[in-house]
């Protein structure tokens, strides 16, 4: 299965697939294109270094966000790309795009969701002191993290955490869960009925 990776940021979530999807030969999943909003992403970077093609895609040249939405599509279709990935992607798309790609968009969130959706979930799972956190991988609908939950798991949270602590051991589980997930996808072993995901094997 092709696959697009949407990333903002460093990648490390990228990394991941990179080694433990497109460089297994056993797995038939290969990243085909890397697209970032953010030409100083280190994202962009571990990509060249796998010999990806890479692609950043700019708001500012677009009139508005839809447009811009169109011009992510535009590298999905040209690379053929079946399934896209959001690795650290921090835009949120319009509907006609989430409609276009309806649950064929996959996001992880360094959270147990419902719970502390949004941009800094870290931050605010230590500032509301919650015992116990996780990580979500859903696909993406049209609301902020709101999209069907296809796995979770969960991390406890310690007295002494700060926020790097506790996001370094989010993505140590992030890693092991996000490649995991995609390959039940690719593999067609996730159903979707409605909001409910089902894990066939
Ligand atoms: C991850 O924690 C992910 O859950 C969130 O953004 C972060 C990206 O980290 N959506 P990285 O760029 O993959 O290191």
Aim: charged letters at 20%; hydrophobic letters at 40%.
């Amino acid at each position: 299965m092709n696959i697009a990776v949407l990333a903002s940021g460093s990648g490390t979530n990228l990394q991941t697939l990179i080694e433990q999807l497109h460089e297994d030969n056993t797995s038939d999943i290969n990243i085909v294109v890397v697209i970032s909003d953010r030409k100083k992403a280190y994202a962009l970077t571990r990509a060249e270094q796998a010999g990806i093609p890479t692609q950043i895609v700019s708001a500012k040249n677009h009139i508005n966000r839809v447009e811009f939405d169109a011009e992510i599509a535009r590298h999905i279709e040209n690379y053929s790309a079946e399934l896209i990935i959001l690795a650290g992607y921090m835009k949120l798309f319009q509907p006609p795009f989430v409609r276009k790609y309806h649950n064929r968009i996959i996001n992880i969130h360094p959270s147990l969701l419902p719970a502390f959706p949004g941009a800094n979930a870290v931050a605010d799972t230590l500032e509301y002191g919650v015992k116990v956190t996780g990580v979500t991988v859903h696909y993406v609908d049209e609301g902020i993290d709101t999209g069907p939950i296809i796995a979770q798991t969960s991390i406890p949270v310690y007295d002494t955490d700060d926020e790097e602590s506790l996001h370094k051991r989010v993505q140590i589980e992030e890693h092991k869960l996000f490649p995991q997930v995609i390959k039940w996808h690719a593999q067609g072993n996730v159903i979707v009925e409605d909001r409910k995901v089902i894990l066939v094997s």
